[in-house]
C-alpha cells in the first residue's frame, strides 16, 4: 500500500512527554500513523522505542500529552474500552511472549477462546488456518514453545497477535535474533499479510533491510525527541547527524 | 448470495446458517460474494469451505462478485488450507503405568548419579584444597538458619505444649503428673524436634534452593556457570550442603529447647507440676543417649533436604512453568524422604536396643 493523503489516521500522538523516574524519555513527541502503512520506529537503545510502543498500548502512562489509536483517547478511556480497544490490536513482543504452558496450537487458540463464543471445531480450524498463515507445520502446532528455534516463535507469536484479525498490528523487533534468511522471509510475510488483511503496521525495528524492504514511512527517535519522521526516502536524505549515522553508518551498506 | 459483513465477530451466527444451507440439485454453483461488505480470514474461511463443501458434495462452484479487496484475502486463505491438527498418540493406562515405571526408575538412578557427582565435587575440594566459598556459605547458613529461627521457635514450642497437654490428660488420672517430663524431653528430643525442624526446613530452604537453581537453569546461566569453566555443582551445592550440615543440628537443638520449654509451661499450668520439679526430673528423664539420636538425625535430614533440592532444580528444562512443577515436586519428595528417613531410624535403633 503506497502513501495517500487521504488514509484516516490511526495513530496520534500530540506533545507526548515521558518521564520514568528522573530520566526524560520522551520530549514533546508528535506523530500521526495511517491506515494500510508500514511505519519504521527506530533509533538507538535507550531512545525510548520499546516505551513509546507500551504507551501506544497503554501499558504505560505519558506524563503529558494525548495519544489516540483508532480514534480513540488513551488517557480518557475506561477499562472495558480498553479491552475493546487492544482486542483490535495485535502485538508481536520482542521475545514472543508465547504462553509457556500452552502448545503453539493452544497459544493462538487462546484469544478465540477467551474473547468469541466460535464452536470448538471452528476455533481448531481458525487457529490452524492462521498456523498455516504464518507459514508454520501443523506438526509444529503441537509442540511447546521451549521446543521451538527463534524463529518458528516469531511467527507463532505472529499468529497469536493476527488471531482476532486486528486492524493495527505492532511489531517489537520481529527480525531480531533471527538469521538474515529467515528474517527476510519473515519480512515478506508481514508485507503479504499487511497488503491482504489490510493492516496498519508499526514496527520497532533496527534492521535496515527490513525498513528498507517495508516501511513506507520511518520515526526516528533520539536526542530524546523525534528527530525524523516521515517518507522512507525522505528521511534517509535528512541531513541530521544521527539519521545520517543510522542509515548511511558502516553497517547500512544499502542506501535507496 | 452471501451479504453483509463476514467477520469473526458473525461467525458463529453465520457458521449456523451455513449448517441448515442445503445444496440446490443443479450441478454448477455460483455463490454470489458481491453482496460482501467486510471480510475477515474468519468469514474468508467459511466462504472457502463453503465452497470446499460444495465440491465434495460433487458440484461445479464458482465464486464471483468477490470486490478486489477481498480477493486478495480470499486467495491467501485458500493458499493456506489449515493443516490438520496432529493429536499426541494415545496411550493405554498400561502402557502410561509402564512409561511412569520406566521414567521414576530413570529419575532415581539420575539422582543417584547426581549424589556421586556431589561426593566427588566434594572429595576434588577437600583434596585439592580449593578456595571454599564462605561467602556462600555464611549467607546460607543465615538464610536457612538464622531466618527461620522464629517460624521453627513458634512451632516447636506449640507441639510443646500440645504433647504436654494431651499427654498430662491421660498421666493425671494414674497420679503419674510428674512423668509429663520424660513425655515431653523425649519425643521432643528423639522425634518432633528433627522431624518438625527437617519439614519446616524443606519447605522454606529446599524449595527456595530448586527455584534458584531452576531458574538458573531454564535462562542458561548453569551452562554460562560451566562455559565460564566453572563447576555448577562446586559453586552452588556444596556451600547450601555445608550450611545446610551445619545448620540443621543447630536448629534441632533450638527446636529440643524451645519444645521441653513449652511442655514445661503447660505442665505448670494444668498438671500443677512446678518448673523446679519439671527441671529437676529433666536430668533423670533425658538421657545423653536421647539428645543424641534425635541430634544425629539432622545432618541425615539435611543432606536429604539439599540433594533433592538442588537435583530438582537442575533437572528443571523449558519453560518458568517447569521451575514451579519443579518447586512443588522438591518440597514433596523432601519430605517424603526425610519421613522415610525417618522411619529407618526407628527401626535401625530398635534393632540395636537403644
Redesign the interface.
Known amino acids: 500500500m503506497k502513501v495517500s493523503a487521504s488514509s484516516p489516521n490511526v495513530i496520534e500522538l500530540r506533545r507526548v512527554h515521558t518521564r520514568l523516574g528522573a530520566t526524560q524519555i520522551h520530549e514533546d513527541i508528535n506523530m500521526v500513523i495511517r491506515a494500510n502503512e508500514i511505519t519504521a520506529l527506530v533509533g538507538g537503545s535507550g531512545t525510548g522505542k520499546s516505551t513509546l510502543l507500551r504507551a501506544m498500548l497503554k501499558l504505560l502512562r505519558p506524563t503529558s500529552g494525548s495519544i489516540k489509536v483508532l480514534g480513540q483517547e488513551l488517557a480518557a478511556i475506561d477499562d472495558q474500552g480498553l479491552h475493546l480497544l487492544r482486542r483490535r490490536i495485535g502485538m508481536l513482543f520482542q521475545y514472543s511472549a508465547l504462553f509457556?504452558?500452552m502448545t503453539i496450537?493452544e497459544n493462538i487458540s487462546f484469544p478465540f477462546r477467551e474473547h468469541?463464543?466460535?464452536?470448538p471445531e471452528?476455533i481448531?480450524?481458525?487457529?490452524?488456518?492462521?498456523?498455516?498463515?504464518v507459514g508454520l507445520?501443523?506438526?509444529v502446532?503441537?509442540k511447546?514453545?521451549?521446543?521451538l528455534s527463534g524463529g518458528m516463535r516469531k511467527r507463532a507469536g505472529l499468529a497469536r497477535a493476527?488471531a482476532?484479525?486486528p486492524e493495527l498490528l505492532f511489531l517489537d523487533e520481529p527480525t531480531s535474533g533471527l538469521d538474515p534468511v529467515s528474517a527476510s522471509a519473515l519480512d515478506d510475510l508481514i508485507l503479504?499479510?499487511q497488503?491482504?488483511?489490510?493492516l496498519t503496521v508499526l514496527m520497532v525495528t533496527h534492521d535496515l533491510d527490513s525498513i528498507w524492504k517495508m516501511a513506507d514511512r520511518v520515526a526516528m527517535l533520539g536526542r530524546g525527541t523525534l528527530v525524523a519522521f516521515g517518507g522512507l526516502k525522505e528521511v534517509a536524505a535528512s541531513p541530521d547527524p544521527l539519521v545520517r549515522s543510522f542509515f548511511h553508518g558502516d553497517r547500512g551498506p544499502k542506501n535507496g | 448470495m452471501c451479504q453483509g459483513e463476514w467477520?469473526?465477530?458473525f461467525?458463529?451466527a453465520i457458521?449456523n446458517d451455513l449448517e441448515k444451507f442445503v445444496w440446490p440439485s443443479a450441478p454448477a454453483i455460483i455463490i454470489d460474494a458481491s453482496g460482501l461488505v467486510r471480510l475477515?480470514?474468519?468469514g474468508a474461511?467459511l466462504l472457502f469451505?463453503l465452497a470446499e463443501r460444495g465440491r465434495r458434495a460433487g458440484r461445479e462452484v464458482t465464486l464471483s462478485g468477490l470486490a478486489a479487496?477481498h480477493a486478495?484475502?480470499f486467495?491467501?486463505?485458500s493458499a493456506?488450507?489449515?493443516?490438520?491438527?496432529?493429536?499426541?498418540p494415545y496411550h493405554n493406562p498400561l502402557e502410561r503405568l509402564g512409561m511412569r515405571a520406566v521414567e521414576e526408575g530413570r529419575t532415581a538412578l539420575q539422582f543417584l548419579s547426581f549424589t556421586g557427582e556431589t561426593a566427588l565435587a566434594l572429595v576434588r575440594m577437600i583434596t585439592s584444597a580449593r578456595r571454599f566459598r564462605w561467602q556462600d556459605m555464611a549467607a546460607n547458613i543465615e538464610s536457612a538458619g538464622f531466618q527461620a529461627l522464629p517460624i521453627i521457635g513458634l512451632l516447636t514450642f506449640l507441639i510443646g505444649v500440645v504433647i504436654s497437654y494431651q499427654g498430662g490428660v491421660q498421666l493425671q488420672q494414674y497420679g503419674a503428673s510428674i512423668y509429663i517430663t520424660d513425655l515431653v524431653a523425649l519425643s521432643m528430643t528423639r522425634e518432633f524436634a528433627p522431624l518438625i525442624t527437617a519439614i519446616l526446613v524443606a519447605g522454606r530452604t529446599g524449595s527456595a534452593y530448586t527455584a534458584q537453581i531452576a531458574t538458573m537453569q531454564v535462562t542458561e546461566e548453569i551452562d554460562a556457570i560451566r562455559v565460564l569453566g566453572l563447576d555448577p555443582v562446586e559453586l552452588l551445592v556444596l556451600p547450601k550442603l555445608a550450611a545446610m550440615l551445619i545448620v540443621m543440628p543447630l536448629l534441632t537443638l533450638y527446636a529440643d529447647f524451645l519444645g521441653i520449654l513449652g511442655g514445661m509451661l503447660m505442665a505448670g499450668l494444668m498438671l500443677d507440676v512446678s518448673s523446679t520439679a519439671f527441671l529437676e526430673r529433666l536430668p533423670d528423664a533425658l538421657t545423653m543417649e536421647s539428645y543424641l539420636i534425635g541430634i544425629s538425625k539432622a545432618p541425615v535430614f539435611a543432606v536429604i533436604i539439599v540433594m533433592v533440592g538442588c537435583y530438582q532444580g537442575f533437572m528443571a528444562?523449558?519453560?518458568?512453568?517447569n521451575v514451579g512443577e519443579r518447586t512443588t515436586s522438591s518440597v514433596v519428595l523432601a519430605i517424603f524422604l526425610v519421613i522415610i528417613a525417618d522411619a529407618l531410624f526407628s527401626v535401625v535403633f530398635s534393632w540395636l536396643g537403644i
Open positions: 509457556s504452558g496450537l468469541t463464543d466460535l464452536s471452528m481448531r480450524e481458525l487457529s490452524c488456518l492462521k498456523l498455516g498463515l507445520s501443523a506438526e502446532g503441537a511447546y514453545p521451549s521446543e493476527l482476532l484479525d503479504e499479510l497488503h491482504s488483511l489490510a | 467477520t469473526l465477530a461467525a458463529t457458521e475477515d480470514t474468519a474461511w469451505r479487496k486478495s484475502l486467495e491467501l486463505v493456506h488450507p489449515p493443516a490438520q491438527a496432529v493429536r499426541p528444562k523449558g519453560s518458568a512453568e
